[in-house]
């Protein structure tokens, strides 16, 4: 009896200790970033995480905002609109460079647009999926063009019925991406998320595209996927 309690009090502090490392390293990305934002005379305004939840965290932002500030990609795909949208249309409104938006939410998209003239939106209402580990994703027969950034942080998969339906993605890899080429995958923490970056990189593998990967643990966890040519966002 006495080694279970004090099994279950070893589980707590371990919990509590991960929070506490969590929140200290979401802090240093919260800095990081306000620094980098000051050094980014490209960027209009500020995109401000949500202590709330429900929006991009400061490590995603931060990620983010590193690799746009190398003024390397020209065309941008973004699955799931929120406040890094706020930032990609910054960059393309600076550099005149492209960014495709992709939400299933109509209204959302439409107050997304009126921010910039430079982002084309693509509001693909969600749909189910046969054969396959997605129930549903977004109703895209394909793409028009190759992406040398994408952010995958859409559609929504928060529950246990939509863990997996960013997966839908998979479909079109490695069709959509240039030779060169960076992923971010946000909330990958979570099993869904983690079998998506399993899955692409069997397939880049399968193809013989060279990558390698990292893992960011923030507020939210992110991994990035990149092509020789930009490893060095591994670093960041």
Known sequence: MLAEKLYKIANLIQGINRT???????LIYQRNY???????EWLKRTPLSSPRGGTASYTLLYIILSILNDK??????????????????SYVEHTNQSLTTVD????????????????KTV???????ENHHASQWYAIEGFS?????VLIDGPPASNRKTKY???GITRFIPSILNEDFVILIDDASRAGERLLSKEIENTLGGHRIKFRKATFNGASSVILLASPRFEKFLYL
């Open 145 to 149: 063009q190759k992406y040398d950034f």
């Open 20 to 26: 506490i490392n969590t929140s200290h390293i979401e």
């Open 123 to 129: 509001h693909a209402p969600l749909q189910g999926l």
């Open 165 to 167: 339906d960013r997966l």
């Open 72 to 89: 390397c990609c020209s065309n941008i795909l973004e699955l799931g609109a929120g406040k890094s949208t706020q930032l990609f249309a």
């Open 104 to 119: 299933h939410d109509a209204y959302w998209l439409e107050e997304i647009a009126k921010t910039s003239s430079k982002i």
């Open 34 to 40: 306000f620094e980098l934002c000051n050094q980014a």
